[in-house]
């Protein structure tokens, strides 16, 4: 867990988190979903989710720069994960809780 939060806007992908957590791939998946109830890419997702949310924060900062700074390809991709994870869009979340 340290590893995704320190590493998961970063490019952390859920194979690298696999091989430090070793054996196969399928095994080492299943271990972390039975300590954390999910799966690694959704570990990795949230990280980037929860680091989005503190640069919304920032006010000076634009949306449109947050999705590069959290690892996502595009502002959209950053939308989708956002709204799945805290419920409201990027802007939505910022006018509420900034």
Not at 63 to 84: H, N, P, Q, V, Y
Not at 87 to 93: C, D, F, K, N, V
Request: aromatic share 6%.
């Amino acid at each position: 867990m340290e590893r995704i939060s320190r590493d998961a806007c970063a490019g952390l992908t859920a194979a690298e988190v696999c091989r430090v957590i070793g054996g196969s791939r399928r095994r080492a998946e299943g271990r972390f979903k039975a300590l954390t109830g999910r799966s690694i890419g959704a570990a990795i997702i949230e990280a980037r989710v929860e680091r989005a949310k503190a640069l919304l924060l920032k006010r000076a900062m634009p949306i449109e720069t947050i999705f590069s700074e959290c690892g996502w390809e595009s502002d959209a991709s950053l939308r989708r994960a956002f709204k799945k994870v805290a419920g409201l869009s990027p802007r939505e979340w910022r006018a509420r809780c900034g």
